[in-house]
């Protein structure tokens, strides 16, 4: 296997190399991926690239689509909420919801454009977690948070504040560990968890107190987006363009799925935003 390719995946023919390693269950071993499909209204989305005036909708559904088919071959059930085409923020459903052993807590998110997304997820989740929403003046987005089995990481951003945090732990039962930086919206585009306490992060927080006792990825500077991963047993999809990137996360004996996210990219999304895994 080329470590400049990974894995390749398609949603025709599934895994391009050699099969994803299968690992056994842990107690953080998610079963399903909950999802949401691209609403009409995307291309109005909330986003600062410079491309998103390219955004091309059929290809991003595409995209979309292809992500989906990625997580059932790897085994987890794929669980759908109703598309909202009022709503263009709709398919980053993980900034809805923060997950954690059992318990739900359903996010009051910052931005009022994007409040009411979280009605459908909430619907859904409500048969198989317990939920509760947070209440203002807490603000709480789910692609702030790290998880970790024992506790979990979590941005104080543009999207979420101190109360939300409180919130969060109050109603999941499990410590939280911040990182303070009001210039981001969300940490995760930043640091994200592979598993076998090893984290991939920017410099920029790569020694933070929070990421204390963990091995740190650090990618290039011009590989940086790729950060945002999402880790599923020892397979870890990445986006593709971020070859040095994907090489470091093999090295470190994970599968690299490389998967092509352009136009999620377009409205400030990544590989996390679009699925919240349980």
């Given at each position: 296997?080329?470590?400049?390719?990974?894995?390749?995946?398609?949603?025709?023919?599934?895994?391009?190399?050699?099969?994803?390693i299968?690992?056994?269950?842990?107690?953080?071993?998610?079963?399903?991926?909950?999802?949401?499909?691209?609403?009409?209204?995307?291309k109005?989305?909330?986003s600062?690239?410079?491309?998103?005036?390219?955004?091309?909708?059929?290809?991003a559904?595409?995209?979309?689509a292809?992500?989906?088919?990625a997580?059932?071959e790897?085994?987890?059930?794929?669980?759908?909420?109703?598309?909202?085409?009022?709503?263009?923020?709709?398919?980053?459903?993980?900034?809805?919801?923060?997950?954690?052993?059992?318990?739900?807590?359903?996010?009051?998110?910052?931005?009022?454009?994007?409040?009411?997304?979280?009605?459908?997820v909430?619907?859904?989740?409500?048969?198989?977690?317990?939920?509760?929403?947070?209440?203002?003046?807490?603000?709480?987005?789910?692609?702030?948070?790290?998880?970790?089995?024992d506790?979990?990481?979590?941005?104080?951003?543009?999207?979420?504040?101190?109360?939300?945090?409180?919130?969060?732990?109050?109603?999941?039962?499990?410590?939280?560990?911040?990182?303070?930086?009001?210039?981001?919206?969300?940490?995760?585009?930043?640091?994200?968890?592979?598993?076998?306490?090893?984290?991939?992060?920017t410099?920029?927080?790569?020694?933070?107190p929070?990421?204390?006792?963990?091995?740190?990825?650090?990618?290039?500077?011009?590989?940086?987006?790729?950060?945002?991963?999402?880790?599923?047993?020892?397979?870890?999809?990445?986006?593709?363009?971020?070859?040095?990137?994907?090489?470091?996360?093999?090295?470190?004996?994970?599968?690299?799925?490389v998967?092509?996210?352009?136009?999620i990219?377009?409205?400030?999304?990544?590989?996390?935003?679009?699925?919240?895994l349980?």
């Amino acid at each position: 296997m080329g470590w400049d390719a990974g894995l390749r995946f398609d949603g025709l023919n599934g895994f391009k190399g050699n099969p994803p390693i299968t690992q056994t269950v842990s107690s953080m071993e998610p079963k399903r991926a909950l999802v949401r499909d691209i609403g009409d209204r995307y291309k109005s989305c909330l986003s600062t690239h410079p491309l998103h005036s390219t955004l091309d909708l059929a290809l991003a559904r595409e995209q979309h689509a292809t992500y989906c088919s990625a997580l059932k071959e790897l085994g987890l059930e794929i669980i759908h909420v109703s598309r909202d085409d009022e709503r263009p923020d709709s398919v980053f459903v993980e900034d809805n919801v923060v997950v954690h052993k059992g318990k739900a807590l359903i996010c009051r998110m910052a931005k009022t454009s994007r409040r009411g997304e979280e009605r459908g997820v909430e619907t859904v989740l409500k048969q198989y977690l317990k939920v509760k929403r947070a209440m203002s003046p807490a603000t709480v987005e789910g692609g702030d948070v790290v998880h970790l089995d024992d506790k979990l990481i979590s941005g104080i951003s543009q999207r979420t504040n101190p109360e939300g945090i409180a919130q969060m732990q109050e109603w999941l039962g499990v410590p939280v560990a911040t990182v303070f930086d009001p210039s981001i919206m969300h940490l995760k585009s930043y640091v994200t968890y592979l598993g076998r306490d090893i984290m991939i992060a920017t410099e920029r927080y790569a020694t933070h107190p929070a990421l204390e006792g963990f091995q740190i990825i650090i990618p290039p500077s011009d590989n940086e987006y790729a950060a945002d991963t999402l880790a599923v047993s020892d397979t870890v999809l990445m986006a593709e363009g971020y070859p040095e990137a994907h090489k470091m996360v093999e090295e470190a004996g994970f599968d690299v799925v490389v998967l092509n996210v352009s136009e999620i990219q377009k409205c400030d999304g990544a590989l996390t935003c679009m699925s919240v895994l349980f």
